[in-house]
């Protein structure tokens, strides 16, 4: 029955832009998502080649994180993830899954560390923020950022508008569907929005499309707690 409802991954295709945003942080919020659960899935494992294999798959996202923690610029959270890679790596290093999971339930931390320190960014002073005092101090240049905040502001909207269908879809499968039939289905669709979210050459438009399914997605689940 799920087949009825492949064509939503049609939804998942968006318009390229190239319009730079002020979400860079939110889209660095969603791979640290990814990274704690590709280290909790490490501590998770009873065999050392299994846990290692997750932990390589938590390294590679910190590692594919390194340009968008540049552009949100909150070096609190920086720190903490990185410091998460270093145990991370040491983990590799280990010759039992015990002495392994030392170091990652360290990284777990880390991650933990990092999301907190994301949620806080607002009192830190941000390159974003240092950008928007610069521009402000010529004429031309605001007039310039004012204009490029306008049309980022529209792609968002069309974005959302977009994405009314898609939340609707949803609410449909979650209705008509077998309940873990619909679940495996929205997990399928936010898992392909975490590895998308990866990808250092999306464009800012499928950034914001990718976050924005993801949130419909992990709300959509949340409706399906008490599936049994």
Avoid: W
């Avoid at 590709?38 to 065999?47: F, S, V």
């Avoid at 529209?154 to 979650?174: C, Y």
């Avoid at 250092?200 to 399914?213: P, V």
């Amino acid at each position: 029955m799920i087949s009825k409802y492949s064509l939503l991954y049609v939804l998942l295709v968006i318009i390229t832009s190239s319009f730079k945003t002020n979400r860079d942080c939110e889209y660095v919020g969603s791979n640290i998502e990814y990274i704690t659960s590709q280290t909790k899935k490490a501590l998770a494992e009873t065999e050392l080649n299994k846990t290692k294999y997750q932990i390589y798959k938590a390294i590679n996202a910190i590692e594919k994180t390194r340009t968008k923690l540049d552009d949100c610029g909150c070096s609190y959270a920086s720190k903490n993830l990185f410091d998460g890679l270093d145990n991370l790596i040491l983990a590799t290093k280990t010759s039992s899954v015990s002495g392994a999971k030392v170091l990652i339930n360290r990284a777990l931390k880390n991650t933990y560390l990092s999301l907190e320190s994301l949620k806080e960014h607002h009192t830190h002073q941000s390159k974003y923020q240092a950008d928007v005092l610069t521009l402000n101090v010529k004429n031309a240049k605001k007039d310039e950022f004012v204009s490029k905040e306008t049309r980022e502001r529209e792609l968002r909207q069309a974005i959302d508008t977009s994405l009314e269908t898609f939340e609707k879809a949803l609410e449909d499968v979650i209705v008509t569907v077998n309940c873990e039939e619909a679940r495996n289905f929205i997990i399928e669709i936010r898992n392909k929005c975490d590895l998308a979210l990866l990808n250092d050459k999306l464009s800012e438009g499928k950034k914001y499309y990718n976050l924005r399914t993801k949130v419909i997605a992990t709300n959509a689940l949340k409706k399906l707690d008490d599936c049994k």
